[in-house]
């Protein structure tokens, strides 16, 4: 009996707690809170599935309203009523994901695999973790395992999308082919454009990409033409495909890649911003921590910069953006050594990821190292053959360093094969050809034998 008071007096103190916290929340969830509690005190013999589910499905409703801490806090309930509920440990890391907080979600789902071995939904959710941290070979392994269990199109063109990023376009290309059996044209274009971006076809990937976001009403297409923009080293208009995505209801990744192009095109304040709030509201998010110190970096606050990317450290030491963030406002503040440091551990993190060899080519031209410089850059374009900005920054360098005019001019002559219109690739050839034929090695005949006056004379002349 003891035991049995000792439980219902600990329900009894949960209610009290409740019945006075709901004096200081909206009185509509106070009293859902309140009858939560009291349904859970006349439960107390029902078996512990039944209470789980209980949990479980109150912590739907919560979801479904946006209310993610009431959420968290439910389907804990329900993992602690039953500690196999793997869909309850699965929809909690949902809930971490939606937070910003993706390495508790990486470790919930950890111990939700254990119980749903062959949930889709599950390597879906790690495969698009992974894709939003620039991991886009690991995240194409998830994509992989989830097409495999549930063949959600949706899941389909996500590995394509990966696999794309990671270089592997030929696979990608496959995947489109299912792709086209399932999906409606604009998305179909969509990837194709994203496909022929990858390949480097410039011009191709423009068009079908803006054919697709003209006839869109979602914030896909309009994010993957803003995308394409940033990478071709054009932000402005990518500021208004991106605007555009974030006004059709784009997630919080839409909102970080606007943020990105307002800080390319100069725009540091207004980025800064749009991002300042969402440091309170995804306070335990890195990737928002990160964005807001590159945003800081733009106005040249290094300090607080620092102080936001260690911030964002903090919630993952081995996030490649929140590592490039850092090494920006250690670059800024003059500190090359420590940001080349920061930068390298980026592109080891996300090999992918195009910016990490950019910037670190950059630190690497500060400190006077050309060679280095021109390797980072060509890892760049192996990863990603779509990013334009990382080309034509590799021929400039080349263009500087006559030494290096004709390893630019073959990449020159390889991009213009998949492009041969873009004129500032076709400028740059031109200004590497005079420069590798006036640099050319002279060729000169090889040495005569020496035939002095003395040594053409005949013998008999000689001895006289």
């Known amino acids: 009996m003891r035991a049995v008071a000792r439980r219902e007096g600990g329900r009894f103190r949960r209610v009290l707690e409740l019945i006075l916290a709901a004096g200081f929340v909206h009185g509509t969830v106070g009293c859902e809170l309140l009858q939560d509690a009291f349904d859970d005190l006349r439960g107390g013999g029902r078996p512990a599935e039944e209470r789980a589910a209980e949990s479980f499905s109150r912590g739907e409703?919560?979801?479904?309203?946006?209310?993610?801490?009431?959420?968290?806090?439910?389907?804990?309930?329900?993992?602690?009523?039953y500690s196999q509920f793997g869909e309850a440990s699965l929809m909690l890391a949902k809930v971490y994901h939606l937070r910003g907080e993706d390495a508790r979600a990486l470790l919930e789902l950890g111990s939700a695999e254990r119980l749903l071995p062959e949930s889709g939904d599950l390597h879906s959710?790690?495969?698009r973790i992974h894709f939003g941290q620039g991991r886009y070979g690991r995240a194409a392994q998830y994509y992989k395992k989830a097409v495999s269990i549930g063949r959600d199109p949706q899941d389909l063109q996500q590995l394509g999308l990966a696999l794309a990023r990671a270089g592997r376009v030929e696979d990608a290309r496959e995947v489109m082919k299912e792709l086209q059996e399932s999906r409606t044209a604009h998305d179909t274009r969509m990837f194709e454009g994203l496909l022929k971006a990858a390949e480097g076809e410039a011009a191709a990937a423009r068009d079908l990409l803006q054919q697709a976001a003209a006839k869109a009403g979602d914030p896909e297409p309009h994010a993957a033409l803003g995308w394409f923009l940033m990478q071709q080293g054009e932000p402005r208009e990518a500021r208004e495909a991106?605007?555009?995505?974030?006004?059709?209801?784009?997630?919080i990744a839409v909102v970080r890649s606007y943020v990105e192009a307002l800080i390319d095109a100069g725009e540091a304040e207004q980025a800064r911003g749009m991002i300042e709030p969402y440091t309170v509201s995804r306070a335990r998010d890195p990737l928002i921590h990160a964005a807001y110190a590159r945003a800081l970096v733009g106005l040249g606050r290094y300090e607080e910069a620092l102080a936001a990317a260690n911030n964002a450290l903090r919630f993952d030491p081995r996030l490649a953006p929140a590592l490039l963030a850092r090494g920006a406002a250690l670059e800024g503040a003059g500190d090359i050594d420590s940001a080349v440091e920061s930068y390298r551990a980026a592109s080891r993190e996300a090999p992918g990821l195009s910016e990490a060899y950019r910037l670190l080519a950059g630190a690497y031209r500060a400190q006077g190292r050309t060679t280095d410089a021109i390797n980072a850059l060509e890892r760049l374009i192996v990863h990603d053959p779509s990013d334009r900005r990382g080309a034509i920054a590799l021929l400039e360098l080349c263009k500087d360093n006559p030494a290096h005019a004709r390893r630019g001019l073959r990449l020159a002559n390889r991009l213009l094969e998949a492009d041969p219109r873009d004129r500032r690739i076709l400028r740059l050839r031109g200004e590497l050809q005079s420069l590798a034929r006036s640099h050319s090695p002279q060729r000169t005949p090889p040495p005569r034998p020496s035939r002095s006056k003395e040594a053409a004379e005949p013998e008999?002349?000689?001895?006289?």
Do not use: H, M, P, W
């Open 242 to 251: 991106l605007n555009k995505a974030v006004e059709l209801g784009g997630n």
């Open 125 to 127: 959710l790690r495969g």
């Open 61 to 81: 409703t919560y979801l479904a309203r946006g209310d993610l801490d009431a959420a968290e806090s439910a389907f804990r309930q329900a993992i602690s009523d």
């Open 460 to 464: 008999i002349i000689r001895g006289r």
